[in-house]
């Protein structure tokens, strides 16, 4: 099974900074990463598929990157509602996993 | 526009048993895989199964833990996906989303889900 490790835990930052979320693989997945939001009481959204893929209707602050085993979600300046719990999925092999995930407080 | 629908929740002893379903609506069904994701109570994201676009055993998948006391399946004639769950273990007690693949064939990526269903295993 791959693990993904997610960091930091948590990630202080206020409104109009610069978040950047890490995801580090136990084995290379191909690029096969994606990155779910969510918010208490809600279901995951997803932001990015494929690294760097933006779903539908995702704003352009999103953005991912990464190759091998390292990839990085980045929210060039945060919105109040950016606020949530961070997930990285990856679909290279099964069983399909997902890392433990980051919060983005303020 | 895309819903997902789950039920089939509900508090159940150690070793039992429960059926979760989940209606689908907004999408054509039957050309996209399906899956189901579990969240124990304050804790991240765990994939469960996947059912293919076609229903096929050959391409179910599970994680694990689940193996041998979970299954998959889905009614395409009637927009619904199935999860029964057998031998339930404490360890189980989670939220259940049902989960839409992104990609017509299948993708494994995840972009609309349900609001889940509660399953607590306890005695």
């Known amino acids: ?106 | 526009q895309v819903q997902l629908v789950e039920s089939g929740g509900g508090v159940v002893q150690p070793g039992g048993s429960l059926r979760l379903s989940c209606v689908a609506s907004g999408f054509t069904f039957s050309t996209y895989g399906m899956h189901w994701v579990r969240q124990a109570p304050g804790k991240g994201l765990e994939w469960v199964a996947v059912a293919s676009y076609d229903g096929s055993r050959y391409n179910e998948y599970y994680t694990d833990s689940v193996k041998g006391r979970f299954s998959i399946s889905r009614d395409n004639s009637k927009n619904t996906l199935t999860l029964q769950m057998n031998n339930l273990r404490a360890e189980d007690t989670a939220l259940y989303y049902c989960a839409k693949d992104r990609a017509y064939g299948g993708s494994n990526y995840f972009d609309y889900w349900g609001q889940g269903a509660l399953v607590t295993v306890s005695s």
């Open chain 1, 1 to 106: 099974e791959i693990v993904l490790t997610q960091s930091p835990a948590t990630l202080s930052l206020s409104p109009g900074e610069r978040a950047t979320l890490s995801c580090r693989a136990s084995q290379i997945v191909s690029g096969y990463v994606a990155w779910y939001q969510q918010k208490p009481g809600q279901a995951p959204r997803l932001l990015i598929y494929d690294t760097s893929n933006r779903a539908t209707g995702i704003p352009a602050r999103f953005s991912g990157g990464g190759s091998g085993t390292d990839f990085t979600l980045t929210i060039s300046s945060l919105e109040p509602e950016d606020f949530a719990v961070y997930y990285c999925q990856q679909r290279s092999n099964w069983p399909l996993t997902f890392g433990g995930g980051t919060k983005v407080e303020v």
